[in-house]
């Protein structure tokens, strides 16, 4: 059973930092590209950045600048880093892994919240 388990959400100031990570389980996804994507109260869910196999990043402009995605294939894992955190960030955090194209598995979720 594949799973996709995030952690590190919590409470902080504006301008300070959070690193989220995403661990997999039940395959790997080295070959794959992994996603991070936010939803805020009321809001649609968003695309906030993604790392490809061959460790192509990109990026929301919203967040361009700020979050840096990685990833460590030995432990099956994708990294988060926020930085210059603002209260427009709040949000669930979610992360996801493709099969092919498609976003196939998703995470649970971790709450993030900045307070101003």
């Known amino acids: 059973q594949v799973q996709l388990v995030e952690s590190g959400g919590g409470l902080v100031q504006a301008g300070g930092s959070l690193i989220l990570s995403c661990a997999a389980s039940g395959r790997t996804f080295s070959s794959e590209t992994m996603g991070w994507f936010r939803q805020a109260p009321g809001k649609e869910r968003e695309f906030v950045a993604r790392?490809?196999?061959?460790?192509?990043?990109y990026y929301a402009d919203s967040v361009k600048g700020r979050f840096t995605i990685s990833r460590n294939n030995a432990k099956n894992t994708v990294y988060l880093q926020m930085n210059s955190l603002k209260p427009e960030d709040t949000a669930v955090y979610y992360c996801?892994?493709?099969?092919?194209?498609?976003?196939?598995?998703w995470g649970q979720g971790t709450q993030v919240t900045v307070s101003s």
């Open positions: 790392i490809n196999w061959r460790d192509n990043t």
């Open positions: 996801a892994a493709t099969t092919g194209s498609v976003y196939s598995y």
